[in-house]
């Protein structure tokens, strides 16, 4: 399972890194990540996907390339998110072994040697556990609660506080990349794929600069998301809950027929009645809605639209699998040729 000898100086590496209107910390990034590698004498490359940038991203980026071909893109036809930039960045990547790493500093670049160590040591996926995070109290708290729930939800053991702020082998990595999910939960799915995986404790920044793109209702999405494509606990507690209250109310039923047959009691009481209706209303509309998440869960699966789609690529030869079961037939047949550079025309799109 484990590599015979592990070099990170022998190495080809491959840095990830989903870049949304980033513009404001691009400069920093590009300056710290060429510092740590260079350090590290390994050969690297750095691949930025431009998740749709509408600000001045994706020039950078393209200058960036310019400036030291070692940086490269892939430029997505939209905003395809956080999940599916991070994606299309894995599935490129032709490295030995892969980092991946946000646009914003939070996770910092000068951690990555030490994850790579722990992989020269035979790790097979490395990813840094936050010690502490400088955000917002309500967002660490929810993060925290997030990550315990999966957690305990979770059929496999899923590491706590912990992002996609990692580095994977080559031959996990291709094991990641047949997944065929196309909804992906990144940091799920790279715990469920198993081998030697190990956690770095590391003291997680502020962002740098710029706003995080991960409002309540994205961070809602991202967690629930994670809980249906690895649990299905929710919906066996929900049966049992349903359960618990059928047989509690056939013994509150049955007390009431023996009070009134037996002791001829008068059984009244508008308002519990009521009480009772509304608490039962909701807790099946809640079921409702819990059985109808995972339902769209599926149609999402059936429909099996690609996880993103590739609007141009610089600096990339060839990605890392050749169809891949996440990326779109444009992006199969055109990178197949294998050329350096590639416009794709697209030909999937939502309607
Ligand atoms: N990102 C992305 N697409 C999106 C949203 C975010 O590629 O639709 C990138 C973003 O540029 C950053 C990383 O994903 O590099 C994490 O996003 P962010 O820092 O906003 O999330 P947070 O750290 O606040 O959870
Ligand atoms: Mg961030």
Redesign the pocket.
């Known amino acids: 399972m484990t590599a015979p000898t592990r070099s990170v100086s022998r190495s080809h590496i491959s840095i990830v890194?989903?870049?949304?209107?980033?513009e404001a910390v691009l400069p920093e990034l590009c300056k710290r990540l060429q510092a740590t590698f260079e350090s590290l004498s390994g050969d690297f490359e750095v691949i930025f996907?431009d998740?749709g940038s509408s600000d001045n991203s994706a020039a950078m980026i393209e200058q960036m390339h310019e400036d030291d071909p070692r940086f490269c893109a892939i430029h997505l036809s939209r905003?395809?998110?956080?999940q599916?930039?991070?994606t299309a960045g894995l599935e490129f990547a032709r490295g030995d072994v892969t980092c991946v790493i946000?646009?914003?500093l939070?996770d910092p670049p000068e951690v990555l040697p030490t994850l790579l160590q722990e992989w020269e040591n035979g790790s097979d996926v490395v990813y840094g556990v936050r010690r502490n995070r400088k955000?917002s109290r309500l967002?660490v708290q929810l993060y925290r609660f997030f990550y315990r729930l999966l957690s305990s939800l979770s059929a496999i053991p899923m590491p706590l506080d912990s992002?996609d702020f990692c580095v994977i082998s080559r031959e996990v990595l291709d094991e990641l990349n047949r997944l065929p999910e196309k909804e992906r939960f990144v940091r799920g799915l790279r715990a469920w794929v198993g081998f030697r995986q190990v956690g770095v404790a590391y003291d997680r920044d502020s962002?740098r600069a710029g706003?995080?793109?991960?409002g309540f209702l994205?961070?809602v999405r991202l967690a629930v998301n994670g809980i249906v494509s690895f649990s299905d606990k929710p919906l066996i507690y929900v049966m049992l809950f349903g359960g618990v209250i059928s047989a509690f109310s056939f013994l509150y039923g049955s007390t009431l027929v023996v009070y009134r047959v037996l002791f001829g009691g008068v059984i009244t009481g508008y308002a519990s009645m009521m009480g009772g209706l509304l608490f039962l209303s909701g807790v099946q509309l809640l079921s409702l809605g819990l059985v109808g998440i995972y339902i769209s869960k599926i149609f999402q699966e059936v429909k099996a639209r690609p996880t993103y789609v590739v609007g141009s690529l610089r600096g990339l030869k060839r990605p890392a699998v050749e169809a891949s079961p996440t990326s779109s037939d444009a992006l199969s047949s055109a990178t197949r040729s294998g050329e350096g550079e590639h416009r794709i025309r697209l030909n999937t799109h939502d309607t």
């Open positions: 890194v989903p870049v949304y209107n980033e996907v998740d905003n395809f998110g956080h599916a930039a991070v946000d646009a914003d939070q955000e967002k992002g962002r706003e995080s793109k991960y994205a961070l």
